[in-house]
């Protein structure tokens, strides 16, 4: 029987919004949103919070979930998926789905599809994008954008607004420009190979660490996705949470 975990890097020290795992969302700390919308998922074995920080860990015991289990790691980790390694290094799986501590409106359906398709055993690494249908997304570089070949395996992905529309004047935006979405499936040994290779020139660059598997030559499958919730990056992100929580 296959085994596939799912595990949410949560740290506490990050640059803009310190202490973000714990903040409250409508009265419930974040990090528990996470983990109820994880949970819903129906293809994976346990759930796993990946943590550097006490504060967390205490937060994610007193839920009193089945099936969900706190791993201590390293503080120094560069990246969330270098603490999802250490997370599971010495567990017999096959397969991680890496869930971003800050999503607590991810769909469970996502997760699902994801398990499905990196359980196949066609591709190295799963993720996902979502169209872009505000204009303004395709210069922002903080949307990070997502080009794939016609059986959905990622080519590129940019801060930059690619691909470039060098003569139409008047196309339509529709399913040209895709927003990638931060959530990845990685089999178990590609995911203990990916971190230990060091940044390619095109990671430094970009500061995209997907990158890095693509440059190793990884088969990395996209998921294209109507989805997408929101990520909690600020204190001002909070309210915007809530509004779509409530609706």
């Not at 994801?114 to 395709?138: G, K, Y």
């Not at 990622?154 to 927003?179: N, Q, T």
């Not at 590609?190 to 890095?212: D, F, I, S, T």
Request: net charge negative; proline share 6%; with cysteine.
């Amino acid at each position: 029987m296959h085994k596939i975990v799912g595990v949410i890097p949560s740290r506490w020290g990050s640059t803009r919004f310190p202490g973000k795992s714990l903040a409250l969302i409508s009265g419930k700390p974040m990090i528990q949103w996470v983990v109820e919308r994880v949970k819903q998922a129906e293809k994976l074995d346990a759930v796993i919070v990946a943590t550097d920080d006490q504060r967390i860990a205490d937060c994610v015991q007193s839920l009193d979930l089945p099936e969900v289990t706190v791993a201590m790691t390293r503080p120094d980790h560069p990246s969330g998926t270098d603490r999802i390694a250490e997370a599971v290094q010495s567990l017999e799986i096959d397969a991680v789905i890496n869930v971003q501590g800050d999503e607590p409106l991810i769909d469970p359906k996502l997760i699902d599809q994801l398990a499905e398709e990196i359980l196949s055993n066609e591709w190295d690494m799963a993720t996902a994008a979502t169209p872009i249908t505000d204009a303004t997304q395709i210069t922002d570089p903080s949307v990070v954008k997502a080009i794939f070949n016609r059986h959905g395996q990622a080519l590129y992905f940019s801060r930059a607004a690619i691909p470039h529309i060098r003569e139409v004047k008047d196309v339509s935006m529709a399913g040209i420009y895709w927003r990638h979405i931060g959530i990845y499936a990685y089999r178990r040994e590609y995911l203990l190979k990916l971190v230990a290779e060091p940044p390619c020139e095109l990671e430094n660059l970009e500061k995209l660490e997907q990158l890095r598997a693509l440059n190793m030559g990884c088969r990395m499958k996209v998921i294209q996705t109507e989805d997408f919730g929101i990520g909690v990056d600020v204190p001002d992100d909070i309210p915007k949470a809530e509004a779509l929580l409530t609706r």
